[in-house]
DNA sequence: GCGTAAACGAGACGGTACGTCGCGTCTTAGG
DNA sequence: CCTAAGACGCGACGTACCGTCTCGTTTACGC
């Protein structure tokens, strides 16, 4: 069980001409997935995903400066699954982007990634710089589900909005980061305790 | 308070018989104190710390199976600063208990440490579970406070206190991961926030 | 299998006051051949010998300042057998000796000992004097066989025993160093080759 | 030779794609033998090789599986020395041979390898193992110039090589083992020794 | 006959070296 | 100019022994 032969099995993958090969860029984020995956933040490294990958690794590092810069590719990756919500409450509608949040971390790699990016962040000031914009980024999409609220009258004009968001994602990366995201159904109750505290 | 060790080594530590020296365990936690304060997680490693600790690398290994049992004695040792707290309200009690939290992470290498112990815990089973046990015990440390405030009638008999707790600690962990401990203003109004809503 | 327990079973040992306990000496050096017997020098060191004993390292420090003499203790220990032989004439004499010394090296952990010393000689100065010093009292003994030849009439009287016993030994020496004890066979070819040469 | 890399570092040695760079072996080499030579196999740690030729560790084991294999590849490189060899009669011919030898390992860092080599085996079996085949090889060179002598008539035609090339390593290794290469006046004696004995 | 001295086991101490792993950089040979 | 490959210097990992030290205990000897 060669596990570079995993996504390209038959041929050896080679350079396209001066410039960046789409194929080994895809099988280097697969690599990197599957062993986050399998192995956790433990098993990950550069030398790895190039084994995995049948890469080299400077063509890693030709695209990806760091190893932040690679996890984030990661899980962004995957994250279209997360988008789209819109129950009719305000309530309903941050049940389901927590619910599918959850879902999203605990069904596919990228939770392992997002562990990951965390951790990484908390040794190096340009990954943590990294997560911070991110995050400002995931904020303002929910941010705008609230505001939403506000208008549709679920919330008093003076709600204060990124407090909401800010108590919402604690909840989320307390769970997240403690292996905590099994018990996803006291959700409902910690919104609908936070929405009752912005009324 | 590590000064004392570096400039004046004044005589060689040793052996003091068959049982463990405390001031090696002091000066390694010293040590790995100030490598957290200075340099961070990334500068920290066990050889670094023996070095600077002037151990050798199996002092450390005997009584620290690894770095995040380490990183957790070294919260440990300071963490006696952030306990008291009663201001007659439970809204009171809770700032202060944040407030001292805040202050105690900025401004201590506890900080550092409870990062890089989070981080560490990301990638070792082992240390996620250390790290659970010791949310456990200071969760339940801050549930007193609001059963306090429950009994003094802050809040109804019914209150979600569990709720309560998770997400401020939630709250305090994701400004800490995203080195936002400076803006320790708005603890009043999230902890007004969680505690309208669990009225 | 505690090893410590065969040859005092029941009982700790411990101090007999302000002087060498027999015992321990014995334990030591009883350990010592039985690790240098079942793993050879590579498993052989100051803290497997204590281990194995039930010693102290102390104590071994005590009465052995290093590991040349402990090795040449346990080498000295068993070396009664290889004494005498008269057979009547030199030829016998010589064969008998060497043969004796390669069955003693094959069969007791003498072989493994001396094989040590040697070893240890080539790095350690001192040890290398204890060499020489063991190796000039060894060579006298077989020297005097070979004047009792002389003597005898088996040899002229300006033979020169020192060129025929440091060929001899260093015959031995190859054949133990590379661990060829086992072709003993040739012995009387050899030393007839030797006392030929010397007629 | 070692002073110009010691001396005028002037560029930092790296890869030269993917083969192995001479210089660096090289490097490693020279660095190996001038610790031996200086500090005997006493200071000799693959730690203090890397240190001293500016090399990593894993470069060292990348190309040399053990200590062992190292001292042998230094002492190959500097044994051209010893070859030649024609005087006209066996004597003479096993004279020189015997007497480069000792020059050579007295004269170079080649006599503190092998003492180590010998040391090395007898704690290592691979290393064991290597040492009789570069024996074996060693051994046949000496043999073709005893056949040689045969042939010449300098001996009966039964006179047996094998022994007489055996013999006189033993007292080659025993001068080198107990440090006693200074010596070298008794070589025509030893050789002439045996020779008789074989006529 | 009792205190002292020395040896005993145990095991911690500051170190050095081990052999392995991953880092990020470099150079190749070949599309 | 990109690609796979892989060597390079570096440095941390966790372990094994080194030789030294101090402990608390156990005798025997000498005052």
Redo the contacts with the bound molecule.
Sequence with gaps: MTDAAETAPTR??????????PE??A?ILDAAAAILAENGLG?F????VARRA??????I???WP??AALLIDVYARQKETVLQADTGSLQGDLEDVLSRLFDFWRHTPAGAAFRSIIAEAQSDPEALERLRAFLIERRAYVREIVERGIARGDLPADADGAAIVEMLFGFAWMRLLTGDLGAAEDIPRRVHLILKGAA
């Design positions: 050896r993958r080679t350079s396209i001409g001066g410039r960046r090969n080994s860029a099988a098993g490294s550069i030398e790895a049948g890469a080299g690794k400077p063509t590092y030709r695209w760091n190893k």
